[in-house]
């Protein structure tokens, strides 16, 4: 080998290690898998997809932590568990760390395997009575449409 494939040999490894952990960076992960419906900064699309800002609300009320995880478009993504539970843990933190609770316990991937598990049903009626619940907690205004 002359010195310049050396050198290029080294380069095309080098692309390949920092190419492969750079996808498995959480906001990496999150714009390949969830930036389509739920946009850039968490902003959500009206009709669409619910904003993720104020997301961490969902931790504040019973059933919440597992709702997050059993939403369709978290539980049956291509992602594994382990990114799963990075993905979510890096949404909460970028997109809602204000809501976000003292005590909050990050999601790991068995949590994850094990919410995933359970088919929820009654997806809109899951949502709307945890959304209820944040209202009469005061945790969140009453919205004025679903999303
Ligand atoms: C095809 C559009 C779509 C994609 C892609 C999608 N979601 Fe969603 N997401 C929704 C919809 C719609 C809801 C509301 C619940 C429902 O009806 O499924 C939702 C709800 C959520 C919620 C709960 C917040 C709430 O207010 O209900 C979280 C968290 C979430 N999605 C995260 C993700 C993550 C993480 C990904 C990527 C792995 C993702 N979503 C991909 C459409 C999508």
Redesign the pocket.
């Known amino acids: 080998m002359n010195r310049t494939a050396a050198m290029m040999a080294l380069g095309a490894a080098l692309l390949l290690v920092c190419g492969a952990s750079l996808a498995e960076e959480p906001a990496q992960?999150?714009m390949l898998?969830?930036?389509?419906?739920?946009r850039p900064n968490g902003e959500?699309i009206t009709g669409?997809?619910?904003?993720?800002k104020?997301?961490a609300d969902?931790l504040k009320v019973k059933g919440g932590r597992q709702?997050?995880?059993e939403?369709?478009?978290?539980s049956q993504?291509?992602?594994d568990d382990s990114q799963?539970a990075s993905?979510?843990n890096w949404?909460l933190q970028a997109f809602s760390g204000q809501q976000l609770p003292a005590d909050f316990r990050p999601y790991t991937a068995e949590e994850v395997k094990q919410l995933r598990a359970v088919r929820m049903l009654e997806?809109?009626k899951t949502?709307d009575a945890?959304?209820a619940e944040m209202v009469s907690a005061k945790i969140r205004p009453p919205p004025s449409h679903s999303?």
């Open positions: 992960l999150y898998n969830c930036w389509g419906c739920h959500g669409t997809a619910p904003p993720l104020g997301a969902f709702y997050l995880i939403v369709p478009g978290v993504s291509a992602l799963v993905v979510m949404i997806i809109t949502r945890l959304i999303f």
